[in-house]
């Protein structure tokens, strides 16, 4: 979807927030997000991240500044509404699984959505079929592995069908199998319109991933932009203290050397095909698919 | 909800003369403060004994602690009044929030002053043994984790709809469970990754440990302790013979 005001989803202007013990966790952000758009968050620890996405669903209060969520001004509406726009995945699973089935698990985050009972099974069903918990159905949640918990815990956020969905570290942790869960999750979810918002250090992935990338530093957005162009830009790269993708340093590498490299080679097929063609033309390929 | 109260027995470094007394006076202060606070239920004398504490706040500029766990007490007073003017006398409720306030000061102010690792030689030098002590410790260590995660378990929680209910009793502590689950499974888990890794450092495997830090007693600790003995025998004189102090001190309201 175009960046049209129609379109603006998430507003926040000149946001600072304080911890009750006096901490300046957030220092004056400004920041548009687009109906539509997957948006990385990323900076060092402490920079604010965790903070900023609290302050989307009503869990903190601007101290000054707004938030307008789908032109709402959080301080405005009650956080049952928010929390229904917005749905936030934490990091760890652990801090929320409780129930005695997986069933009941899911069962709970639909509990005031105001479903009838048939539609309240049917959705559970729904989800746990989606999200491959099916079998699991009437198992307890804490004898689950550290893959299927995530994807319980992402399910419980999921079933509530939010416009805008936040995840908090979602790749930590993971074993290859649930990276590629949480990368598909993430291309269904945007092919239905909704609204990413990805807190990551991660860069591998976001490069790969994510579009567009906000980088915190000290309660303060830095940069704000097409994920690769901030991934290369050394200055940047320092001050949050990250390393560019290696995709993007062999980019520069082959730049460097006086090869025409072109720019959206910080993407896997991009670069396949790039050295790809280049090779084809440099060297002759026997039958045999070897030279 | 809020953790404030917690803050209120959480260490601060600070470089003030009762964070440099040893442990064991302070543990002596706090339990000598304590009892007198039990003996006594004579509203005006519980009131000087507890405005002679105010100079050991002062002094461990501790005062802004101190306000806040006060303050984290107010519905437990309410409540104290409540009760105790329901079943018995007015005069007694008072009494009872004094009480409070002096041995919740005196131990908030042992807390806030003896660093965890003191907190354990100072029980050892009590001769409690030495899992114990470490064992009591290391709690004391894990009070501000535990702390934070319990709220990020409420903010967990409650980004899936979770809302703290009012209603009856048991609707509410049913309401809890939530919270409190995620809280037990979350504190096991680090309880067993601490057993590992303290096994895997041989914990308990000699009788002889070295110890990397001692404490000792200085002029200051045997003066305070002489003063605190002497402060003590006063209060039970005065307790075996009422007679010696002016009538007045024995007020009490009418109700
Ligand atoms: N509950 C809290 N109370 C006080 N300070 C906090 C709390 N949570 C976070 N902070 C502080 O706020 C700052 C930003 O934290 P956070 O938003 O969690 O950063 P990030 O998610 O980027 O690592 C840090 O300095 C952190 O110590
Ligand atoms: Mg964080």
Redesign the pocket.
Known sequence: MEKKLENLQILVNHLTYH???G?I?LKGINLNIYSGEIVGIM?K????????IKTFNGLLKPTTGVVYIENDDVNNVLMSKLTRIVGIVFQNPDLQLFANTVEDEIRFSLKNLNFTKTELENQINLTLEKFKLKKFQNRTPFTLSGGEKKRLAIASIMCRNPKIIVFDEPTIGQDAEGVEFIRNLIKEKHSEGKTIII?THDIEFAIDNIPRTIL?ADGLIIADGPTNKILSQDQILNIGSLISPQLIQLSKFLIDSGFKVPDNAYLKENMIQFLGSFLKEKMEITEGGKP | MSFEFMEAFKFIQKKTIIHSLDPRTKLLLATIYSILAIMFEEIFILFFIFLSFFPFIIAGQLFKKWIKSIRGMTFLFLLLIIFNTLFSTFSKSISMILRIMIMVSSFSLFFLTVHPDDLMLSLLSLKVPYNIAFSFSLSFRFVPTIA?EA?NIIDAQKSRGYEMEQGGLISQAKNLIPLLIPLIVCSMKRAFHIAESLDSRAFGSTKNRTYYYSISFTKKDWLLTVILIAFFIFGIIVKLFPDLLPNWLFWRFPV
């Open positions: 911890y009750p013990d901490t966790a900076g620890n402490g920079a604010g991240k965790s903070t900023l807190v915190m | 934070i709220q």
